[in-house]
């Protein structure tokens, strides 16, 4: 795809792009949902990931600043056969994840304004969400890449309002929750199924390369902008969870409504004034959750464009507009699968937060995957292409540099594990995990089938 792009990203497009991408608003309430212990799983996750997994994509991404981002750097590595699993996945996880996304956003709107909206009345709501997004990713980068811009900078001021919430409901009535050292330190209980939400919450550095060309200077202002967005991004989440723990008690947290929940709960007690306060605030929730869904579609669907385009998925897949060069037949394609997951658990689920989980866990799953490879394509770089130019290498020892990539590694393999454990309440646990699994499965054994299929067309002979 060189030469077909224009560069319209600069450093504060990618800063606010990662925040945007990264700081979802959609599992912050899944987070608090682990109680006070939350705390220490952002902490701990900081130092033994999150900075790791941002040092390492940094690099990646300024020495192979190339259009597909995590694509190339596999591919790179460990060749095309892994390498088109890795997109794969990446993208179908989104197209996966964008319904239980407009799950939460139709939830959200109901409790604002229609309170007694039907379950299918909220799928509706997602299904035309999803389809909303379709057009506006189809749309120039140039003009597309303002609405991660404002969703970053709502985001920003969202969680900077629930930090305030909670330093005021502590002020007028003390923590809603059981504060003694023991509700602080990790239990292995039930509650840990929710521990893979903390690192699903940290990824997606790596997503401002799928747009490797289209990037000002990217060996200078990936690495800047993965740093300084990966600072902000961690004390905005803790402030976030820390106001929704300290308005709601644990048993009231739904993880659809949470952080609309609690600003509510608090602008309650202001009468008029705080109803305002709370629609405003749960309109800019709404915008986030379109901005976030906007900014992970504008990754995935180059990722899978760029791999379609060499002829190792469908051809139609790598189809650009005439006119805004951006993959409208993934973005159409995506909308579809997005559209029949949404109106199949309908049917199945037993509730609006039933169909969020399910689906969420469903492409968390998917979406953990490619980092599996990730993390070793790294190491294997480093070992076999040190001639390639670093701009921005991971300081250190190289036993300190295999330990970063091992801990990555251990964190994502733990992270799927856990999602296989089902949330507190799930009535039937065999369905629970039959669907999981075998949806999964099921994913991976359509992308070796459209990789075998297509590198069959694209072979020496093949005509």
Known sequence: MEGKFK????????????????LVMDTVAASAGIGNQSYFWWILTLFLFFIPYGLITAELGSAWPSQGGIYIWVKEAFGEGWATMTSWLYWINVAFWMPSVYMLFSGTLATLFFPDLSTWGQVAIALGMTWVTVILGII????????????????????????????????????ANPGSLGDFLPTWSNTLAFLPVVVYNYMGFELMS????????????????????GIAIFILYVLGTFGILSVLPLERISIVTGIIDSIKEVMSTFGTAGEVVSI?????????????????????????????EEGRLPRFLGHLHGRFKTPDFAYITMGVLGSLLLLGNGFLAENPESIFWQIFAISSLIFLLPYLLMFPAFLKLRALKPEVKRPYMVPGPKWLIWTMALLGEFF???????????????????????????????????????????????SPGAE
């Not at 405003?280 to 990722?303: C, D, E, K, P, Q």
């Not at 369905?431 to 590198?455: A, D, S």
């Open 140 to 175: 120039a980068l140039e003009k597309s890449k303002w609405v991660p811009n404002l969703g970053a900078i709502l985001k920003t001021l969202i969680m900077l309002f629930l930090g305030v919430l909670g330093i005021a409901w502590i002020a007028r009535g003390g923590y």
């Open 280 to 308: 405003a605030f749960g309109i800019a929730i709404l915008y986030s959750f379109l901005a976030n869904m906007v900014t992970w579609s504008i990754g995935a669907n180059r990722v899978v464009a760029s791999t379609a």
């Open 7 to 22: 560069r319209v990203l600069n450093y504060w497009d990618l800063f606010f792009f990662t925040v945007c991408a990264i």
């Open 412 to 458: 994502i393999a733990l992270s799927c594990v856990f999602f296989f454990m089902p949330p507190e309440g799930t009535e039937n646990v065999l369905i629970y995990e039959l669907q999981l699994g075998g949806l999964t499965f099921l994913v991976l054994v359509m992308g070796l089938i459209l990789f075998l299929v297509n590198r069959k067309k694209t």
């Open 210 to 229: 799928s747009a490797g060309e289209e990037i000002k200077n990217p060996q200078k202002n990936v690495p800047k902008a993965i740093i300084f967005s």
